[in-house]
């Protein structure tokens, strides 16, 4: 259940992120790159706040991030 849980949230930091990454679309890419990070780090920390293993978090912080991936790219396909 931690692990749903986790990805759940995480799927929301990463859905922050790309409104914020919309909203500053304008921007050099590196600052992209450091939002980016700066959006890893709270998922990994708020990961592994609830899991309490950092392996365990790692593995799950990247799981929901290919499945926002995914989701990301599949909607992309069939806007355009």
């Known amino acids: 259940m931690k692990v749903y849980s986790v990805i759940i949230v995480?799927?929301?930091?990463?859905?922050?992120?790309?409104?914020?990454?919309?909203?500053?679309?304008?921007?050099?890419?590196?600052?992209n790159v450091i939002m980016f990070l700066v959006f890893f780090y709270l998922a990994v920390i708020f990961g592994n706040y609830i899991m309490k293993s950092a392996r365990?978090?790692?593995?799950?912080?990247?799981?929901?991030?290919?499945?926002?991936?995914?989701?990301?790219l599949a909607l992309s396909l069939f806007i355009h």
């Open 10 to 31: 995480q799927l929301m930091i990463w859905s922050g992120y790309t409104f914020l990454e919309w909203l500053s679309k304008h921007d050099h890419p590196i600052y």
């Open 56 to 72: 365990r978090t790692l593995f799950t912080t990247f799981v929901s991030l290919g499945l926002y991936a995914s989701l990301q």
